[in-house]
Structures are given as structure tokens and as C-alpha cells.
């Protein structure tokens, strides 16, 4: 498959989007479609490839944004759509929960082997982040037959009923109550805004005795199934804990013979310059969420990677019919290879340490930069109206986000004024430093302006 000519020659933008035809589709959109959707920018998407995508009025934009996290091997990656057409052309559907196919099997294998741990672990196979959650959530209560959990403030963890129990945002949550009982959401250690004030270095000290502080005031121990967590809290803006954290809590989790469940949909698959994000802080998760890079975009997965030991539910506990089908199997598992012969894991490492040092000098020189931080490739510009009194700067982030749009550039929102970069695994560094630029040159000019 060669690449498409309207790849070469970069991000440009030909008609300011959204352009006329990207405005008569959100027309047609706003119509039909349901409101609760949250497309901040508007853009209409005709083709994609490697890095790039191609609006319906012919822009080409760099997406730093891997389409949500979703295109760690980019767009329509040649390898994945000869995967899938080999698939879809052997065999489409054939119901794995209530039969049986080999590639299911064979990803199942691949993903207990890649995970933390050396324990047996069983995989379930659902469709989606919030279904890999769900069946977290249903399995340490099947297993334990206790009936709370904790979570962390801060935490997105999907939006049906069992995984937005376990999200502590109103804005997902507002209006939806009552949700599933028994979830106490502990504050998360955020260095650059302890949660509970005081100096950044004791934050997570102080989360930790927080935690234990409302062991038997408001929370029974024996009680509580398990803790889930992100390992970096994405939604929230790439809030990374400090190195102590992750081994107190798992801790404290052995003492109260708690499940620790890692939610690595975000951070998970190499993403982080490590397969799972939890490997950072040495700590082996009981349960691994994973859905959104799996199947590279390809067709929809999530998948929960569980110890056999914790896994031990029965027939007809949970299963849902489309869960690990053949196509997003085979194109998981085609992806997983690119991922290991192009040692994609380590690469990301390297660009994102590159990145970082970078995005540092950028916070030095920036009157709106307050905070800069990432693993990997995946990357945090958190703005703010005054470094000392670190007032969220969302007007500006806004701006920046915009700026960067207009001159072909795709970066995401995250927290009240962060700004998410996390471009496909696959990137060149050429295409990363020419999106940094370009980034650079849309921050410069927003504190222009302001
Ligand atoms: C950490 C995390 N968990 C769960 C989800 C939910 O995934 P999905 O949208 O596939 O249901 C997301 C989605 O953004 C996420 O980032």
C-alpha cells in the first residue's frame, strides 16, 4: 500500500475549519446526533495515514493526539488493514462466548505474557474501556463478596453505570445518580496540587495516611473489594504520582487483602516507554484494564488481564457477544507485533524524554506554562494565569489549542487547562519536532495576545 501524495508536504490548512464542507456535515450532525458527545474542535475527518489526517476540505493535520489515544501504530497502518482484510475475508463473526476461535485464544496468550506479574492470569474480552472496567468491577465483587471499593479523585474510569461509579467528576456523573453504591474516592497525589496542600514531596505520605485515616471511621476494611486506579490519571491532565506512591498503596492493599485494579486504557501498550505504566513503580497490578490502542483503531476491544486465582467466576457471569471478535483480535495481535519488531516501546521512551527536556525549556521561557511532565509519549502542558498562585489559565489553553488547529495541528484538552500531547508511537522524530514547533509557535502566539 503506497502512501496517499496528499500525506507528503506536511500539516497545512487550505480553508480555516471548519470549512464549508466540515460546516454543512456539523449541520447534518447536530441534527441527528446524540448532544452528549464532547467534540471540542471541529473537525470532520475524510482520511488518515501515519500521523496525518486529511479533513473533508482537504487540510492536513498532524495528529498529536493519536484520535484519543486510540492510533499508537497511526492512522490505517498497512500492516493492520491487511490483518483485518485477511480476517474479514476468512471468517467475520463467530460468537466467542458462546464458541470458540483461535486468534481470540492466541491474544489472550499474547496479553497474559506482556502483563506485569508472572502469576497465571485468565483474559476477559469486552468492547470497550468502560466494559474492560465493568468486568473489573463484577469480578473482585464476585471473587471477594465484598461490597465497596476505592477509587481517586480526579479518576475517569468510562461512562456506563459501574464504570462512572467509579469516576469522580460531575461532569460525567452529574444527574445520573443513584450510581453503584459503596465507592469512597480518596484524594490522588497530584505534586503539582497536593491535594491536601502542604509541600509536594510529602503529598503522597500524606494520601497514604489519608487513606488509613478513614479505615474504620468511614470505611470497614474487610469490606472493600478492591482499589482501582489510573496509573496516571489521564482525563484529569496526566497527573503522575510521586515514585513512593503505587508501592504504599499496593501495601496497603496486601494488608487488607484488596484487589489492586491498574485502569491502563490510556497509559497502557507502550504508551508510557513502558508496555504497562504501573511497570514504572515496580508494582504488579492483580487486575490490568486495556482498551483503546489494542486493536490500533481498527475495530472496537477492551480487555481485562486478571490473576486465575482473583478470576474465578462462573459460566454465564459475564460475557457480551461481540467481545474479542475476530476482527479487532486479529488486528491486536498484528499491532502487538509491529509494537515488539519495531521496539515501538522504547522509542517512545527516547521521543518522550526528548520532548520533555524541551517542553521544559519552553515552561522556563512561557508566562502561561506551569507545569510540564509525561512519561513516554505521553505529555502534559498544564497553563496557568500566575505561577505562584497557579490559577488555571482555560481561556488560554483554549486559545493555544485553537492556534495550534490553525496552523494543522492536532493536541487534546485535559484537567480544567491542560493540554494533552500524545502523538502515534510510530511518529519519526522529525514529525515530532516539526508538531513541537508547531506547538511552540501557537503558544507564542496566544502570550502575544495576552
Ligand atoms: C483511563 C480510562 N478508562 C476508561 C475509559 C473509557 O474507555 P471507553 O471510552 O472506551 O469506554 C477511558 C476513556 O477515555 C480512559 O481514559
Request: proline letters at 7%; charged letters at 25%; aromatic letters at 8%.
Amino acid at each position: 500500500m503506497s502512501k496517499p501524495s496528499w500525506v507528503r508536504g506536511g500539516p497545512r490548512i487550505v480553508k480555516p475549519i471548519p470549512g464549508p464542507r466540515a460546516k454543512k456535515l456539523l449541520e447534518r450532525d447536530e441534527r441527528v446526533m446524540s448532544p452528549s458527545y464532547t467534540r471540542a474542535e471541529p473537525i470532520v475527518a475524510d482520511e488518515g495515514q501515519g500521523c496525518y489526517v486529511k479533513d473533508v476540505d482537504g487540510n492536513v493535520l498532524l495528529d498529536l493526539s493519536s484520535g484519543m489515544f486510540v492510533l499508537n501504530y497511526g492512522y490505517s497502518h498497512p500492516r493492520l488493514v491487511r490483518a483485518v482484510e485477511r480476517q474479514v475475508a476468512k471468517l467475520t463473526h463467530f460468537a466467542g462466548t458462546d464458541f470458540y476461535y483461535e486468534v481470540q485464544v492466541e491474544l489472550a496468550e499474547r496479553l497474559v505474557k506482556i502483563t506485569p506479574g508472572k502469576s497465571s492470569k485468565h483474559v476477559y474480552f469486552g468492547n470497550s474501556g468502560a466494559e474492560a472496567v465493568e468486568a473489573a468491577f463484577k469480578c473482585v465483587r464476585w471473587h471477594t463478596r465484598r461490597p465497596r471499593m476505592i477509587a481517586f479523585t480526579g479518576g475517569f474510569h468510562g461512562r456506563t453505570f459501574g464504570a462512572l461509579s467509579l469516576t469522580s467528576n460531575l461532569k460525567y456523573t452529574k444527574f445520573f445518580a443513584p450510581l453503584v453504591p459503596g465507592v469512597s474516592f480518596m484524594p490522588f497525589p497530584d505534586p503539582y496540587r497536593p491535594p491536601l496542600g502542604g509541600d509536594p514531596s510529602e503529598c503522597a505520605h500524606k494520601c497514604i495516611e489519608y487513606i488509613r485515616d478513614s479505615l474504620g471511621t468511614s470505611i470497614p476494611p474487610k469490606e472493600v473489594a478492591a482499589i482501582i486506579t489510573e496509573p496516571i490519571q489521564g482525563t484529569a491532565g496526566y497527573i503522575i504520582p510521586p515514585p513512593e506512591f503505587y508501592p504504599m498503596l499496593k501495601e496497603l492493599c496486601e494488608e487488607h487483602d484488596w484487589i489492586f485494579i491498574a485502569d491502563e486504557i490510556q497509559t497502557g501498550l507502550g504508551r508510557t516507554g513502558k508496555m504497562f505504566a504501573m511497570e514504572h513503580w515496580g508494582v504488579v497490578p492483580d487486575i490490568v484494564c486495556v482498551a483503546k490502542a489494542l486493536a490500533g483503531g481498527m475495530a472496537p476491544i477492551g480487555a481485562m488481564i486478571g490473576n486465575a486465582e482473583v478470576m474465578d467466576w462462573e459460566p454465564g457471569a459475564h460475557a457480551s457477544t461481540f467481545g474479542g471478535n475476530l476482527t479487532a483480535c486479529a488486528a491486536a495481535l498484528e499491532g502487538l507485533k509491529i509494537l515488539e519488531e519495531q521496539k515501538l516501546v522504547k522509542r517512545a521512551a527516547k521521543l518522550g524524554d526528548l520532548a520533555l527536556k524541551r517542553l521544559q525549556e519552553l515552561k522556563e521561557e512561557s508566562k502561561l506554562v506551569g507545569d510540564v511532565r509525561g512519561k513516554g509519549l505521553l505529555l502534559a502542558v498544564e497553563m496557568v494565569k500566575d505561577k505562584n498562585t497557579k490559577e488555571p489559565a482555560v481561556k488560554e489553553r483554549n486559545m493555544v489549542v485553537q492556534e495550534a488547529l490553525n496552523r494543522g495541528l492536532i493536541v487534546f484538552r485535559g484537567g480544567k487547562s491542560v493540554i494533552r500531547i500524545a502523538p502515534p508511537l510510530i511518529i519519526r522524530q522529525r514529525e515530532f519536532e516539526l508538531g513541537l514547533d508547531i506547538f511552540e509557535e501557537a503558544l507564542r502566539e496566544v502570550e502575544r495576545k495576552c
